[in-house]
Each structure stands twice: as structure tokens, then as C-alpha cells.
């Protein structure tokens, strides 16, 4: 009774926390009002960004534990697929009909998530499934080169239950920054046959800075949070550049180009991207001494805070780095003196 009642207590706080209450940004009279309005934004932001993290890692596990994945991988053929002259590879009757139930399970992810790409990987670097925008693809569109991946090796040297979170790279399948998320399907006996991997779009982390919700099927509804008293939010890597800010879109799409031969294959010619030349400097929110000496002190994964003062007016900035991943979370919010916020209207 007791154990229900605590479940019961704390789903009644977690309902509460789902959607921040329009009336928590106010007009700071005082810096310590600023700085304490502040670090509760920064918390609950540096909330939503971890359980978008544990809801992506808890979708890979589930997947892999799925009692389809070991089954299909406890086929010999699945183990040692047979190619043709081609090279293309060859499947039975039993490893297609156990790979449409796993393609089901391909949209239903991506309903969950805008996933680009899923696709499942055996120790050769042959793919036994393929997904790209949630359309399934057919068996002679899938590579057997997959060992060249970043994430290739990594993900096998995973233990059951562990998830792999690539660097951002530019996805030859949907044309865009993603990251690769990765486990490897793990047998009874401890054997490591496959990896289950998806590629989840690097802009997504532009949508969730700029909602009010904690999970992440809910970042896609309409939101707002760019007022000028709820402040600013911004994700920096530690080359100083900006994965994704409150106030402006970062479009992450491959730009449409040609060699100059003139010709384009959109796969080879996405691996030779920079990202770079698709994310803005930090800089570019500031040029002022002081917040860009705040910005070297994020890329070193520090915690702190710095006062500013810009066009006479005056801000406080909290910085935190992001668990499990080299960046960090800065927060300017200004500091507003009374009837400052009915004056700006004005």
C-alpha cells in the first residue's frame, strides 16, 4: 500500500511538472532574484534535455530485448548470409518473415521519433534491415560496407543494456546532421551476432530548448518560449559552435551542391561535409569580452556564471554541461528593474 501510494505521489509531481506555468518568468527587481529565477529555468531545461537522452536510450534497449531481434539472429543463415555474384546478399523464407516484424517495429519508432535512418547491422557490416523516413526499404538497397562506420566497432564492444551516442555527422541516407544511436542484440550465450542503430536528427535538440514539455512526443507541438523575460537558451560544443539556440532555427539539412565535375552523388558527397559550414559561432550571439570568456570556460565543461552588462542593460549567464555528452547548456537572462517591462512595451 505504501509503495502505491509513493508511485501514486510521484506521478502526481511529475503530472505537475509536465508543462512549466506561463506566470514562473517574471520581471527581476534584483540580481538575486534574476540568479534565482534563472537557475530554476536552467534546471528544469537541463531536465528536459536528460529525459529526451533516457527516452531515446530506453527505445534503443527496448528494441534489441525485443524476442524478434534474437530470434532472427538465432538462424545459421542470419549468421553467415549467403551472397550471390553480385554481392548481394541472399535471405531465406524464415529471415524475411521475422524481418517484417521488425520492420514494423521500424515505424513505430519512427512515430515516436523523426528518425532518418534504422537499420540493423550484423559483425560483417551487412544490413539485415533498413529504414530511411520511416519507408522500408527493399533488400538490394541494403549496404554490406557498414564496417567503415564510425560506430561500427564501438558498438560491438558494448555490453547488453549499454547505447552508443555518436559526434554529429552528416547521414548519407537523409541528408542531414544526425546523431547515430547504437546496442548491439546480445544471444543467451553472450554472443554479439548484430547492432541495432538509428540516426536521430541533430536539430531536434533546437526544438526541445524552445518548449515547455519534458518528453519529447510533446516538443513538436506548437510552442514558445523566444519572450524576452524568459531569456535565452543555447547548446555550444566545444569548438565553440552552436548545436542549437532559443532564438533562431539552425537549419542542419545538406545543402544542395554539385562537384565541381558537375556531378553529385548525394551519398559520397555528404560524407565529405564539415559541420562547420552549417552551425553558427557563438559569437555571433555576442562579441562582447566578457560572455565570450563565460563561452571558453562552457567548451571546457565548467559550471559557473557571469554578469554582463549590454546597451546599458543588464544580464546574468548560468552555464552547465550536458551529462553524457562534450556540451554545454548557457542560459542569458536579463535583469529588469521595476516597470522596466511595461516601459519596453512602449
Same mark, same amino acid.
Given at each position: ?8 505521489l ?23 532574484e ?72 521500424a ?8 528518425? #532518418?535512418e534504422?537499420? +540493423?547491422? !550484423?559483425?560483417? &557490416? @551487412? ?9 522500408v526499404? $527493399? ?91 524568459? #531569456?535565452?537558451?543555447? +547548446?555550444? !560544443?566545444?569548438k &565553440? @559552435?552552436?548545436?542549437?539556440d532559443?532564438r533562431?532555427?539552425?537549419?542542419? $539539412? ?34 562582447d ?25 543588464a ?32
Amino acid at each position: 500500500m505504501t509503495k502505491r501510494f509513493t508511485i501514486i505521489l510521484l506521478c502526481v509531481f511529475l503530472a505537475g511538472l509536465a508543462r512549466v506555468p506561463d506566470g514562473l518568468a517574471k520581471p527581476r527587481m534584483t540580481l538575486e532574484e534574476a540568479r534565482e529565477q534563472a537557475e530554476s529555468q536552467m534546471d528544469l531545461m537541463l531536465f528536459r534535455i536528460k529525459m529526451f537522452h533516457h527516452e531515446v536510450q530506453a527505445t534503443m534497449i527496448s528494441s534489441v530485448e525485443l524476442p524478434v531481434f534474437k530470434e532472427y539472429f538465432m538462424l545459421p543463415e542470419s549468421r553467415a548470409t549467403a551472397m550471390n555474384e553480385m554481392g548481394v546478399a541472399q535471405f531465406s523464407r524464415q529471415q524475411i518473415q521475422l524481418r517484417k516484424k521488425m520492420e514494423q517495429w521500424a515505424r513505430v519508432l519512427y512515430k515516436r521519433f523523426p528518425i #532518418g535512418e534504422a537499420c +540493423l547491422i !550484423d559483425h560483417k &557490416g @551487412l544490413e539485415h534491415l533498413r529504414a530511411v523516413n520511416g519507408k522500408v526499404e $527493399e533488400e538490394h538497397m541494403f549496404s554490406n560496407t557498414e564496417s567503415d562506420a564510425p560506430f561500427f566497432a564501438p558498438s560491438f564492444r558494448l555490453a547488453a543494456g549499454e547505447v552508443l551516442a555518436s559526434d554529429p555527422y552528416m547521414s548519407p541516407d537523409s541528408l542531414r546532421w544526425v546523431i547515430a544511436y547504437t546496442s548491439p542484440v546480445v544471444l543467451e550465450n553472450g554472443e554479439k551476432p548484430a547492432f541495432f542503430h538509428f540516426e536521430v536528427p541533430l536539430d531536434v535538440y533546437g526544438k526541445i530548448i524552445v518548449s515547455k514539455d519534458f518528453s519529447y512526443s510533446k516538443a513538436l507541438e506548437k510552442y514558445q518560449l523566444d519572450k524576452e523575460e524568459e #531569456g535565452r537558451f543555447f +547548446l555550444l !560544443d566545444k569548438k &565553440g @559552435l552552436l548545436l542549437a539556440d532559443s532564438r533562431r532555427q539552425i537549419r542542419t $539539412e545538406m545543402r544542395k551542391k554539385s562537384d565541381p565535375a558537375g556531378n553529385r552523388d548525394e551519398g559520397d558527397f555528404a560524407l565529405r561535409e564539415k559541420l562547420v559550414d552549417y552551425l553558427p559561432d557563438v559569437a555571433s550571439i555576442s562579441n562582447d569580452a566578457a560572455f565570450l570568456e563565460a563561452t571558453v570556460k562552457m567548451r571546457n565543461g565548467e559550471s559557473g556564471e557571469a554578469h554582463l552588462t549590454w546597451n546599458k542593460r543588464a544580464y546574468i549567464l548560468l552555464y552547465r554541461p550536458i551529462p553524457g555528452r562534450p556540451w554545454s547548456l548557457g542560459h542569458l537572462d536579463p535583469v529588469g528593474g521595476a516597470g522596466f517591462w511595461e516601459r519596453e512595451k512602449h
